[in-house]
């Protein structure tokens, strides 16, 4: 069964913004390194950003510095990604992933390996 939910998805012009939004079981987001992995027809599922267990160290693929922000919210068992300055390469399936580790594990995951738990993913489609 799904075990994490994303949302947020949509159609964006380039250079617009859109907000994703994963929630997952509390028992599974509380002790989990969560990240964001996409895409794109024909091609491999690729990291894209993660954020540690207590949300003191995030971690980007080189593209998107500058232009996406991730927090996280363990109150709510949620993890949020806002996406601005998007392009049309930004194109693709968002697959929102979980990793259980250690509260102090500060190390960067980004791998698909790394992850234990993954959502259905929500479509972000970027018009040039």
């Known amino acids: 069964q799904v075990q994490l939910v994303e949302s947020g998805g949509g159609l964006a012009q380039a250079g617009g913004s859109l907000r994703l939004a994963c929630t997952a079981p509390?028992?599974?987001?509380?002790?989990?390194?969560m990240a964001w992995f996409r895409q794109a027809p024909g091609k491999e599922r690729e990291f894209v950003v993660g954020?540690?267990?207590?949300?003191?160290?995030?971690y980007f693929e080189d593209s998107i510095k500058g232009r996406f922000t991730i927090s996280r919210d363990n109150a709510k068992n949620t993890v949020y990604l806002q996406m601005n300055s998007l392009k049309p390469e930004d194109t693709g399936v968002y697959y929102c992933?979980?990793?259980?580790?250690?509260?102090?594990?500060?190390?960067?995951?980004?791998?698909?390996?790394?992850?234990?738990?993954w959502g259905q993913g929500t479509q972000v489609t970027v018009s040039s």
């Open positions: 954020i540690s267990r207590n949300g003191g160290s995030a």
């Open positions: 992933a979980a990793k259980p580790t250690i509260l102090s594990d500060n190390r960067k995951f980004d791998s698909v390996d790394d992850y234990a738990h």
């Open positions: 509390g028992r599974i987001f509380g002790r989990a390194h």
